[in-house]
């Protein structure tokens, strides 16, 4: 018999439960399912029964229910979806964070040599488990923070071995500690130092070689691109995410971040899953991205901390009927955070989303996004039970009380992990 764990006492339950399987749009965005008065019985690592006390405790005898969380009236939220990270690398880049403040531009650091090189550098250079040891430490972040699933990239490898490395650091960890990781590969993240000269040969070795082996030994679901002046254009980024789409990797981009140069265009031209960043998009990117049904990604805690008082088009989009999903982005240079409720914060003060709105694009759908939404995004029977006891009653108080960490305890799979 699988072990019962009733969690009871709780004043406000975020079920984000709907009755049509669709993620969440327009309207939609803000129906968060709340029910007071809950309780959430767990059966191992599911969820068996919730809703209304009352009914969830009918017919079930206290006794057979081998442990009890009093919730004491605070309110319990699905574990947050962080669908856009890059949580391998090696070392940190505060250095560039004093450039910035001294008035360089993040693609200026880049172009001079700086950003993702700087970490492909190191990370060239690091051991295997010495990256894993770093890796361990941002994913016990992103936990405290009730982040029970992300999406992880490798990317500061920029070399066949050294992204399969990173690509090796997410398989090897994922078991070992509660987060599951559903890895991306984005060898295309930058041109390395090599081939700064000779881009085409770097384009060759993705296209022939890192994609195919990435694909046959089952390294990443998705493939991934930074799509942007500078780095990888429209027509490379079509050429590299087509041979990713032949060899069965399902799509994501880093699009139209700093310039609109048409990146939200090609995720609908190839109809990829997300479409992420979007600072920069433009109208008609929004149209064809609602039209394909690619998903948008989007970042405030980048814009933040970049600095540029640009943030991404939220409310365009939702009235175009766009499935918005947030996310840290959390890495050493444009977005260094593990904190979903300051992205929650940024979002309801810079994209002018709702606080419902906000939880919506933090938890079911980007589990839409991973195609994961019939396991983890909401809290109903049958689903993973990943789950949030925060130490306040009123998930408004989330984007409110800002920068405080309000986790109190987060379930994974059905067990205690903060
Ligand atoms: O999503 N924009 C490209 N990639 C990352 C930043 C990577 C870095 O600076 O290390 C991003 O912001
Ligand atoms: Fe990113």
């Known amino acids: ?10 004043g406000q339950l975020l079920t984000l439960k709907s009755s049509k399987d669709t993620p969440r749009k327009g309207k939609k965005l803000s129906d968060l399912g709340v029910v007071n008065n809950a ?5 191992g690592d599911k969820i068996a029964k919730c809703g209304v006390e009352r009914e969830v405790l009918r017919g079930i005898k206290r006794s057979s229910i081998s442990k009890e969380i009093d919730a004491k009236g605070m309110m319990v939220s699905p574990g947050f979806v962080d669908p856009h990270t890059h949580p391998v690398f090696f070392g940190t880049r505060e250095e560039e964070f004093c450039m910035r403040l001294a008035g360089m531009k993040y693609m200026d650091i880049a172009a001079a040599g700086g ?18 040891k770093q890796t361990r430490t941002v994913l016990k972040r992103l936990l405290k ?20 490395k990173a690509l090796e650091v997410i398989k090897e960890l994922n078991g070992k500690q509660p987060i599951e990781m559903v890895p991306t590969f984005l060898g295309a993240h930058e041109f390395p130092d090599e081939y700064r000269d000779n881009r085409e040969e770097y384009i060759r070795i993705l296209v022939e070689e890192m994609i195919p ?9 998705y493939c991934d691109i930074f799509c942007e002046e500078g780095v990888f254009d429209v027509e490379q980024s079509r050429k590299i995410l087509k041979a990713a789409q032949k060899q069965g990797l399902k799509i994501r981009m880093h699009a139209d971040e700093i310039h609109p140069i048409g990146g939200a265009e090609l995720a609908a031209e190839i109809k990829a899953k997300t479409a992420d960043h979007l600072v920069a998009i433009s109208d008609e990117g929004i149209r064809m991205m609602a039209k394909a049904g690619v998903m948008p990604i989007l970042l405030p805690a980048t814009s933040f901390s970049l ?18 999903c947030l996310s840290t982005d959390c890495n050493p240079g444009s977005s260094y ?5 300051f992205v929650i914060t940024l979002a309801c003060l810079h994209l002018k989303m709702s606080p419902e709105e906000a939880f919506a694009a933090y938890t079911i759908n980007p589990a839409y996004s991973l195609d994961r939404n019939h396991l983890i995004g909401s809290i109903e029977a049958g689903k993973m ?12 108080e989330i984007p409110y009380h800002c920068s405080v960490n309000l986790v109190s305890r987060v379930i994974k799979g059905g067990k205690k992990v903060v």
């Not at 250079?125 to 010495?130: L, M, N, V």
């Not at 039970?385 to 408004?396: F, K």
């Open 307 to 324: 600095n540029t008082g640009k943030y991404a088009p939220a409310r365009k989009m939702i009235e175009a009927g766009l499935p918005v």
């Open 39 to 43: 309780s959430v019985l767990i059966q």
């Open 213 to 221: 082996y990435v694909a046959e030994n089952n390294l990443a679901e």
């Open 337 to 341: 955070t593990e904190s979903a409720s």
């Open 1 to 10: 018999m699988k072990e019962k764990l009733l969690i009871y006492n709780i």
């Open 385 to 396: 039970a990943d789950l949030i006891i925060w130490e306040t009653p009123n998930y408004r």
């Open 145 to 164: 923070h009730g982040i029970t699933t992300i999406e992880a990239k490798s990317g500061y490898g920029l070399s066949f071995d050294s992204e399969v």
């Open 115 to 132: 950003g993702i090189r700087n970490s492909a550098r190191r990370f060239r250079k690091a051991t295997k488990s010495d990256i894993k």
